[in-house]
T-cell receptor, first 117, second 115 residues
């Protein structure tokens, strides 16, 4: 079974706090990709990062960082010094082989992040 | 600016009515997708198209239909056979097909409600 679990339905923090969004996935494949997308109140999802299963290096982009651990099947996302503009729904997704050369994208249910001023 | 335009932003459907959601992209992307988003759930794939005049069913295609007559356009029709159409519908595109694991570009969505 393929599955992506974002156990935190909603997180609320005060501005400038650090916050970590959890993502746990299940797959039988050795080759797969993981994604994070942000959905602000305007509605459109915005790509944040893509990671392949062979690259376990953590990534940092400004205030955003991602911790990929194959041993625990997790791909967690941390926002440092959160800002009100970070308020959004964040989705984790898993892409893995499906029917010949295609891939299927499995989405988590999303975590709603509320940053209070 | 290049992007994906979805219209209308809000749409209301009467019982037994077919409605069509518009999706246009000027990114010159080959692949286009329709997703359905329900509260508290992840996105579910309705249909996707990797090339003009070709499209494939996703996980929840029943009650929906699409066409891809032009590269730029991928309209979604919600038919009367879809008994629970109330949801947020997102159109997306990618440079090439899913097999290359390209990132997706999304429109701002259409909220469909039943009267």
């Amino acid at each position: 079974a393929q599955k992506v679990t974002q156990a935190q339905t909603e997180i609320s923090v005060v501005e400038k706090e650090d916050v970590t969004l959890d993502c746990v996935y299940e797959t039988r494949d050795t080759t797969y990709y993981l994604f994070w997308y942000k959905q602000p109140p305007s509605g459109e999802l915005v790509f944040l990062i893509r990671r392949n299963s062979f690259d376990e290096q953590n990534e940092i982009s400004g205030r955003y960082s991602w911790n990929f651990q194959k041993s625990t099947s997790s791909f967690n996302f941390t926002i440092t010094a959160s800002q009100v503009v970070d308020s959004a729904v964040y989705f984790c997704a898993l892409s893995e082989p499906f029917m010949d050369s295609n891939y299927q994208l499995i989405w988590g249910a999303g975590t709603k992040l509320i940053i209070k001023p | 600016d290049g992007g994906i335009t979805q219209s209308p932003k809000y749409l209301f459907r009467k019982e037994g009515q077919n409605v069509t959601l518009s999706c246009e992209q000027n990114l010159n992307h080959d692949a286009m997708y329709w997703y359905r988003q329900d509260p508290g759930q992840g996105l579910r794939l309705i249909y996707y198209s990797q090339i003009v005049n070709d499209f494939q069913k996703g996980d929840i295609a029943e009650g929906y239909s699409v066409s891809r007559e032009k590269k730029e356009s991928f309209p979604l029709t919600v038919t009367s056979a879809q008994k629970n159409p109330t949801a947020f519908y997102l159109c997306a595109s990618s440079i090439t097909e899913l097999s290359t694991n390209e990132k997706l570009f999304f429109g701002s969505g259409t909220q469909l409600s039943v009267l």
